[in-house]
């Protein structure tokens, strides 16, 4: 007979599994399109207060609340016309910052007290049908211990948390990169986070120019400390080829290295390259490389997000 081990949670097997814990006021991880997602009831301030507890995140860096539908997020924020119009992008890979309806259920926990909220759709069949089934709206950052790389699969989760954390498994992430962030104003359209869903893809959708706010970021989004994201080797960019003892993060063809390498796309996608991003970090930091060198990557489209990531990743900690 083997002994249990320590620090082991039961994953559900099934959607209604994990819907009955998070019903239940428990935590559950569980997958999205981007990365997988650190769940809690968002109307239950005992649950959301366990997610910055088990990831040892700042009470002040509020959470993205996860909805079902149009009409749940609808009750949650004031939608303008220029809001609705962005909010047809969902459901998918981007958050929509938008003025909170006060008294509307949400736990103030979940949004640190600001009078805005984010809200997004997610477009991952396992997140829509767990939605659902809890009938509630679904605080959930990103589900790794604050200050560390997101994860992309079930596995990640798990050894982020040691195994204290039941995962829903849905298998790898589509996308691989968090959702695009953006703040509606007005009739100002701000992106606050580069994310899966590139900025020329919302203006094109929405016909008008997006902001970027990134290098303004102590408005808006506080968890986007600079070395957030950081693998436990040290990073270093824009490297045409490894120095010696460098593990190797290439981006189209790889320079032949004796040491550990992984391609983020040997055909330069970006978005192949956005998918395996975390998941390559992850891995070539699980080796216990001193420092992994990333080749250059492109800026348009995709890398907008992938080389913000990246900067955060190298940031001097
Ligand atoms: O793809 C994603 O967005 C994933 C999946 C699970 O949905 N979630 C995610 O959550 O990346 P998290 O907590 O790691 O990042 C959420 C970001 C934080 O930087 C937070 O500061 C920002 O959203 N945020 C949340 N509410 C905000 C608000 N009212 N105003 C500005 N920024 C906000
Ligand atoms: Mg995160």
């Known amino acids: 007979m083997s002994a249990p081990l320590a620090n082991d949670t039961i994953d559900p097997r099934t959607v209604e599994d994990a819907a009955a814990l998070l019903r239940a006021g428990k935590l559950c991880a569980f997958p999205t399109e981007t990365v997988y997602g650190l769940g809690a009831d968002a109307t239950n301030s005992d649950a959301v207060l366990a997610i ?47 003025p909170l309806r006060p008294n509307a259920g949400l736990s103030d926990i979940v949004t640190a007290g600001l009078d805005t909220v984010a809200l997004r759709i997610p477009d991952h069949p396992l997140a829509r049908e767990l939605l659902r089934a809890v009938g509630r709206p679904l605080a959930a950052p990103s589900a790794n211990p604050s200050g560390r790389l997101s994860p992309t699969t079930a596995q990640q989760v798990r050894s982020g948390f040691a195994g204290r954390v039941p995962v829903l498994d849905g298998g790898p992430c589509r996308d691989g990169v ?16 580069a994310g899966a869903l590139a900025r020329s893809e919302i203006e094109a959708a929405i016909g008008r120019k ?55 796309s040997p055909t330069r996608n970006l978005k192949e390259a956005a998918r395996h991003l975390f998941a390559m970090l992850h891995d070539l930091d699980a080796l216990g490389v001193g420092q992994i060198a990333v080749a250059p990557i492109p800026d348009t489209g995709l890398g907008e997000a992938i ?8 940031a001097p900690r």
């Open 52 to 98: 910055y507890e088990t990831k040892g995140r700042p009470r002040f860096n509020p959470l993205i609340v996860h909805c079902a539908d149009r009409e749940m997020a609808g009750s949650f924020a004031h939608f303008s016309p220029l809001a609705r119009e962005v909010a047809e992008l969902w459901p998918g890979p981007l958050t929509l910052v938008l």
């Open 210 to 264: 997006v902001a970027n706010a990134q290098h303004d970021v102590a408005i808006a989004a506080p968890g986007m400390l600079p070395n957030h994201y950081a693998p436990r080797a040290l990073v270093r960019l824009n490297a045409e080829a490894p120095r010696a003892g460098e593990a190797y993060l290439a981006f189209g063809t790889a320079p032949a290295t004796g040491q550990p390498l992984r391609n983020l």
């Open 178 to 193: 968090e959702s695009t962030i953006v703040k509606i104003e007005g009739e100002t359209v701000t992106q606050l986070r």
């Open 307 to 314: 080389n913000d990531r990246l900067r955060r990743a190298a």
